[in-house]
């Protein structure tokens, strides 16, 4: 899953229980390497963190929705 992406909830509810779980995960690991590479210096694009963390959020409202 690209951070450059961002997420459509009429898409996202298409989506299977499983395939939500799966996508949320992606996100998870993404936000969890950005973090990462924040912190060993490397440069990163401050708008990733709020474009993942959103998508996170449709993510979640849509399998709490289901």
Do not use: W
């Not at 973090?35 to 449709?58: E, T, W, Y």
């Amino acid at each position: 899953m690209s951070s450059e992406n961002r997420l459509k909830a009429s898409d996202l509810q298409d989506k299977s229980v499983e395939e939500l779980t799966g996508t949320l995960h992606e996100l998870r690991k993404e936000q969890f390497n950005l973090r990462m590479s924040q912190g060993s210096g490397q440069q990163v694009k401050p708008h990733l963190f709020k474009m993942v963390r959103r998508n996170i959020a449709r993510v979640k409202t849509v399998l709490s929705a289901k």
